[in-house]
């Protein structure tokens, strides 16, 4: 396991300490999960629903996953990026989830997490996983690739179990849509640079060596 970074610790913790403050105080709960009927007099929800979780399990999973995955994605992307990942993810997950189910209530990391999911495959597709159950080892490319898969079955399917499979698909996208910025963003800076410095070389003549 990668050693832990800074915001996958902070997140862990906030996820925990809110799981046991919302038991305690259910009608908090219910003024910080995200719904789309109230988003408009509760602005804040898009992002504290984040925080909340449906049960010990739902909790449990999300947190086990993001310690798996997260710290190496926050290392390679920076704190600023993985945090504007991860919670860009999240808003993502709730929207999409509303655009199908435009009056269902959403708790949960499990959007920014899938996000989190895909870009640790992003950059470790061929790292090999094991799951938890089965005990199956498998290259990430293809867990990350078959948990959105059946997401996408299960939401098209309207099993009626309770969960937002769309939310998930939506993280995925988001989570993906910014890696791929994130990427040129910083591929193109590379190119400007590049091309500002061999610009400056040709000006001033500083191209190669000179012998007297």
């Known amino acids: 396991m990668y050693a832990m970074t800074p915001w996958v610790q902070r997140i862990l913790i906030a996820n ?24 408009f007099r509760q602005p804040w929800s898009v992002v504290t629903y984040m925080f ?6 739902h909790l449990f999973f999300n947190m086990f996953s993001l310690v798996i995955f997260g710290p190496r994605l926050e290392a390679k992307l920076g704190a600023n990026a993985f945090l504007r990942l991860y919670f860009l993810s999240g808003i993502g997950a709730a929207l999409f989830q509303t655009a199908f189910a435009p009056s269902a209530w959403m708790v949960g990391a499990s959007g920014a997490v899938y996000a989190v999911l895909v870009g640790f495959a992003y950059y470790n597709p061929h790292e090999t996983i094991m799951l938890l159950f089965p005990p199956i080892p498998m290259p990430a490319w293809i867990l990350a690739a078959g948990l959105v898969a059946l997401s996408l079955y299960n939401g098209v399917a309207a099993t009626g179990d309770g969960v937002a499979h769309f939310a998930h698909l939506g993280g995925a996208v988001v989570g993906f849509a910014f890696l791929r910025w994130w990427d040129w963003r910083r591929g193109s800076a590379k190119r400007d640079f590049q091309r500002k410095m061999g610009t400056q070389s040709n000006g001033s003549g500083f191209v190669g060596e000179r012998v007297s």
Do not use: E, I, K
């Open 16 to 39: 925990v300490v809110m799981f046991f403050v919302t038991a305690s105080s259910p009608g908090l709960q219910q003024v910080l999960a995200f719904n789309p009927v109230m988003a």
């Open 52 to 57: 909340l979780h449906g049960g010990f399990g």
